[in-house]
C-alpha cells in the first residue's frame, strides 16, 4: 500500500531531478552562451561608437558649414536690398536670436531697419480680445479705413501695418505722428513693445514666427491672428516675410498655418530655415524678391516650393557719379 511517506519522497525525488537537470544544464550551455553574449555586446559597443563618430562628424561638418556661410554671407546679399527700408516684428515666443541675426542679415544687404516691434502673450489671449478690438477703434487713424467683413484680428493687423509699412518709398524714413500716436497707445496698453522708430515707416516686413509650434486648444484661432498681419504687411507695404526654424512648418505652427490658407499663397513669402545663416540668407534673397511680387515659401518643411527664391534676385545696381 502506498501511503503518504512515499508520495513525498517522490515528490522530493521529482524535484531534485529538476535542480539536477538544471544545473548540468547550465553547466554545458555556460561557456557557449556567454561567449555569444559577450559577442553581441562587443558588437553593439562597436557599433553604437561608430555612430557616435558619425554623429560628431556631422556636427562638424555642420558648424563648418554654417561659419563658411556667416563669413560669405555678407558678400552674397550685399546690394539685394539697397535703399529699402525694413520693419521686424516678432510674434510672441519668437526667437529674440533669430530675429537679432535676421536683422543683421538684412542690414548686410543695404537695407534701413525702422524699428522692432515684438507683440506680447496678450495679444493672443482669448480673455483680452474685446479690449484689443476696442483699443482698435479707439486709436485707428483718420486716413484708415477697415474691410466691411474684417475679423477683429484683421482689424487689428490692417491698423499696425499702416502704421509700420507703406508702398511709397518717398514716405518712408519719415516720422509719422499719428502713426506714433496708434503705437504708443497698443505699448500702453500691454499689447506690444517696440524698439527703434517703427513709426517712420518700413517698405518690407519681416515677422519673426513663435519658436514652437502650439498645443494649444486654442492653437487655430492663435495663427489666424497672426496669420492676418504679414498679410496686412503685404497690403499695405511692398512685401513681407515670415521667417521662422523647423517647428513653426509643422501642425500648430504659424508657418504651417500661413501655408495652408489659399489667401496667403503668393503673397507672404515664408522661411522655416532661419535659425541657420543658409536659411536667414535666404529671407534676405525671399524680401528681395517679395519686392519683386514674388512670394514664395523655402525652407524644409511641407509645401516648400524650393531651398530659396529662383530666379535668384540680382542685387540693386550701384550708380557711379560722373566726375
Not at 524699428?115 to 489671449?125: E, N, P, W
Not at 524698439?195 to 498645443?215: C, D, F, H, K, N
Not at 526654424?245 to 500648430?252: C, F, L
Request: aromatic residues 4%; glycine residues 8%.
Amino acid at each position: 500500500m502506498i501511503d503518504f511517506r512515499y508520495h513525498l519522497v517522490s515528490i522530493i525525488a521529482v524535484f531534485l531531478s529538476l535542480a539536477l537537470g538544471l544545473v548540468v544544464g547550465a553547466s554545458a550551455l555556460r561557456g557557449p552562451l556567454v561567449d555569444q553574449l559577450k559577442e553581441t555586446s562587443n558588437r553593439l559597443k562597436n557599433n553604437n561608437e561608430t555612430l557616435r563618430r558619425q554623429k560628431d562628424a556631422v556636427g562638424q561638418v555642420n558648424t563648418y558649414n554654417n561659419q563658411v556661410l556667416d563669413a560669405a554671407a555678407g558678400q552674397v546679399v550685399s546690394g539685394r536690398l539697397k535703399d529699402e527700408s525694413v520693419v521686424f516684428v516678432e510674434a510672441p515666443g519668437a526667437d529674440d536670436q533669430m530675429r537679432a541675426q535676421t536683422a543683421d542679415m538684412v542690414s548686410k544687404a543695404g537695407a534701413r531697419i525702422s524699428g522692432y516691434v515684438t507683440l506680447q502673450s496678450k495679444y493672443l489671449d482669448p480673455n483680452q480680445q474685446a479690449t484689443l478690438s476696442e483699443l482698435t477703434d479707439r486709436l485707428k487713424p483718420a486716413g484708415l479705413t477697415f474691410s466691411a467683413d474684417a475679423t477683429s484680428s484683421e482689424r487689428t493687423a490692417s491698423e499696425l501695418a499702416w502704421v509700420l509699412v507703406t508702398k511709397q518709398a518717398a514716405r518712408s524714413g519719415q516720422e509719422d505722428p499719428a502713426a506714433g500716436q496708434v503705437l504708443s497707445g497698443f505699448k500702453a496698453s500691454g499689447f506690444l513693445t517696440y524698439s527703434g522708430q517703427p513709426a517712420t515707416r518700413a517698405t518690407l516686413a519681416v515677422v519673426i514666427a513663435p519658436a514652437a509650434a502650439s498645443s494649444d486648444k486654442n492653437a487655430d484661432d492663435e495663427n489666424k491672428a497672426l496669420g492676418a498681419l504679414p498679410l496686412a504687411l503685404y497690403t499695405y507695404g511692398e512685401g513681407a516675410v515670415v521667417a521662422g526654424d523647423p517647428d513653426s512648418a509643422t501642425e500648430g505652427g504659424m508657418i504651417k498655418a500661413l501655408r495652408d490658407d489659399d489667401d496667403v499663397k503668393g503673397h507672404v513669402a515664408t522661411v522655416d530655415t532661419a535659425d541657420v545663416p543658409a536659411g536667414r540668407l535666404t529671407a534676405v534673397l525671399a524680401l528681395a524678391a517679395a519686392k519683386q511680387g514674388k512670394a514664395g515659401a523655402y525652407g524644409i518643411g511641407s509645401k516648400v516650393d524650393g531651398a530659396l527664391p529662383t530666379p535668384i534676385p540680382t542685387p540693386t545696381p550701384t550708380t557711379t557719379k560722373k566726375k
